[in-house]
């Protein structure tokens, strides 16, 4: 067992009132520069609808993430090393920036320097980047509360396989915000897919990252997300993404997007997990048994011989006993609320979601019903169908999803009666509650203080001299006359332990390095690369 930790977030969509603020202060704090005017690391989407860039969930077409070859081995969807060596400097899966939106602006110079005339001046769209007039006919927030819904909304690829059941005329139509951010993946494929090693997941706290540096504009790690939350900076000709704020991380701080969100349904904390159980669990066989297995990677923090074993491979103890006050932990493996969104990709989304509940307070009420029975009943007859939202979360499989849905029904059922003196319809104990478990999850996702929704250690300084005096030197994996995936002084010389990806002997054979900084490497190469130069502190993704 080798036990790592990983800086999760949870998100509670029944509290998201697309707002729109996380991604206003991502942008401001991130992505307010020339080359990024179509860069959202953070944007909050209308389900069901085409999402950001669009269709970016529709795999057939952008070949994200991973599958398994015919003997149930991982292998990026993009294609084996020799496809991406081979369309290098042309890659067909790539979105162009229509699929993202070219970027706009309003000429508002023209209210104030027009000439005095009996026709009130007007402004005209732009183009963030050609300067150029232009009419817009799509864009990020396009879609927003389902605008254009008939048009688009049945293009979500969450809906086609049921879009029969689904209407969306004014009757039946259903809704909900979804936040999106980098998942900052356990096994990742868009680190896997880089040439160049410039990505990279950091050891300490998982966040993966991009070493500027090293980066050489190639955009196979655009491509191999199958988030598509990697963005191509055409200024700098470089890759960025969502860090997760990890100076803000490492000071103990939350992330912008959840220091400033308006209806406080992010949770950040820290989760401990077997890095040597995540290559098999993400080879699970049959997609619908990925989040099972998912869950499976994960390790009690409360459990004494994976405290003492953490400690002992280097976790510290402030580390593990923040793993154990962590609300991602609890929301996610105690309590099983959250979700992943879309474990099909096997990449191990670390950015779970507790499924929206309120449309069933809603239906309930009107009906008359109070009791728990009539809640429960009321879920599989929800205008957001539970195979939608399974759709998203569980790779189809309705189970979890309802199961989730059930106990946070539960608990508003229970936490009503107490507070009005009534006795309890219903057991927690039916939905796998305790009373305990019900009174704490009741905290958690209603009135959860600051310090119980953000349980972030500060990162270790003391360990920055050890490291800096390991760092070796490196050059961009291509520029070497060894190949992709090997430094300027190739092979390195000494064994490098094996991390997420492939093993050894796979039709796409990849090898994971962990280099004296504390990254961690997973590379498209037959052979280990030597240790990257570390990114400053401040330095961008």
Same mark, same amino acid.
């Given at each position: ?13 029944? /509290?998201?009132?697309?707002? =729109? ?5 991502? /942008? ?18 209308? %389900? ?14 952008? %070949? ?7 003997? $149930? ?12 060596? +081979? ?19 309003? $000429?508002?110079? *023209? ?7 009996? @026709? ?44 029969? @059941? ?17 998942? &900052? ?5 868009? #680190? ?8 990279? @997941? ?19 790690? !655009?491509?191999?997300?199958?988030? /598509?939350?990697?963005?191509? *900076? ?62 499976? #990677?994960?390790?009690?923090? &409360? ?38 969104? &879309? ?23 009107? +009906? ?29 499989? !309705?189970?979890? !999803? ?11 059922? !229970? ?47 003391? $360990? ?6 390991? =760092? ?16 300027? &002084?190739?092979?390195?010389?000494? +064994? ?42 401040? $330095?961008?993704?």
């Amino acid at each position: 067992m080798r036990v790592m930790a990983q800086v999760c977030m949870v998100m509670n969509l029944d /509290k998201c009132i697309g707002c =729109h603020t996380c991604s206003v202060t991502c /942008k401001q704090t991130w992505t307010n520069r020339p080359g990024t005017e179509y860069v959202y690391f953070n944007n909050v989407e209308t %389900k069901p609808g085409l999402g950001y860039p669009a269709r970016y969930e529709d795999q057939e077409r952008w %070949k994200g993430g991973w599958t398994l070859d015919r003997k $149930d081995r991982l292998k990026l969807r993009g294609g084996s090393r020799l496809k991406r060596l +081979a369309t290098i400097f042309y890659n067909p899966d790539l979105p162009t920036i229509e699929d993202y939106h070219d970027p706009f602006t309003y $000429d508002y110079a *023209n209210l104030i320097t027009a000439p005095a005339g009996t @026709k009130a001046p007007s402004v005209s769209a732009r183009s963030a980047l050609t300067g150029r007039e232009m009419n817009p006919t799509w864009g990020a927030n396009w879609e927003d509360d389902l605008a254009g819904a008939p048009e688009r909304a049945l293009g979500d690829p969450n809906i086609v396989a049921m879009a029969e @059941k689904v209407r969306l005329d004014f009757e039946s139509v259903f809704m909900f915000y979804l936040p999106r951010i980098c998942e &900052h993946c356990l096994n990742p494929s868009c #680190v896997a897919s880089c040439p160049s090693g410039a990505m990279y @997941k950091r050891e300490e706290d998982g966040i993966v990252l991009v070493d500027q540096d090293r980066c050489r504009g190639w955009r196979f790690c !655009v491509s191999g997300c199958p988030y /598509k939350k990697v963005y191509f *900076n055409h200024r700098t000709g470089k890759a960025e993404k969502c860090t997760l704020c990890f100076p803000r991380i490492e000071a103990g701080l939350p992330t912008i997007c959840s220091e400033t969100c308006v209806g406080r349904l992010r949770y950040l904390g820290l989760v401990l997990y077997d890095a040597d159980a995540v290559l098999a669990a993400a080879a699970t066989p049959d997609p619908a048994d990925l989040y099972e297995a998912q869950l499976s #990677v994960l390790l009690d923090p &409360h459990d004494p011989e994976v405290a003492a074993t953490a400690e002992a491979q280097g976790i510290p103890h402030d580390w593990v006993a923040g793993a154990r006050r962590s609300p991602a932990y609890a929301l996610i493996a105690r309590h099983r609320v959250a979700l992943p969104l &879309h474990p099909e990709y096997r990449t191990m989304p670390m950015v779970w979601y507790v499924p929206p509940l309120s449309p069933v307070a809603d239906v309930t009420a009107a +009906a008359g019903y109070d009791d728990a029975d009539a809640v429960f009943a009321a879920i599989d007859a929800l205008r957001i169908p539970i195979e939608y939202l399974a759709n998203l979360f569980t790779a189809g499989r !309705v189970a979890p !999803v309802r199961d989730a849905l059930r106990r946070l029904a539960m608990v508003r059922s !229970v936490m009503r009666a107490r507070q009005l003196g009534q006795h309890a319809a219903a057991d927690p104990a039916d939905v796998g509650l305790s009373d305990d478990d019900a009174e704490d999850l009741f905290r958690l996702l209603a009135i959860a203080r600051y310090e119980d929704r953000y349980v972030v250690p500060a990162a270790h300084a003391e $360990d920055a001299g050890r490291l800096l005096a390991q =760092h070796a030197l490196s050059g961009c994996a291509l520029e070497s006359d060894a190949g992709p995936g090997v430094g300027r &002084h190739g092979r390195a010389t000494e +064994a490098l332990p094996d991390f997420h990806l492939l093993q050894e002997g796979s039709a796409d054979r990849s090898v994971a390095g962990r280099d004296g900084i504390g990254r961690l490497h997973l590379r498209i190469s037959d052979a280990p690369a030597s240790p990257a130069s570390p990114a400053a502190p401040g $330095d961008l993704p």
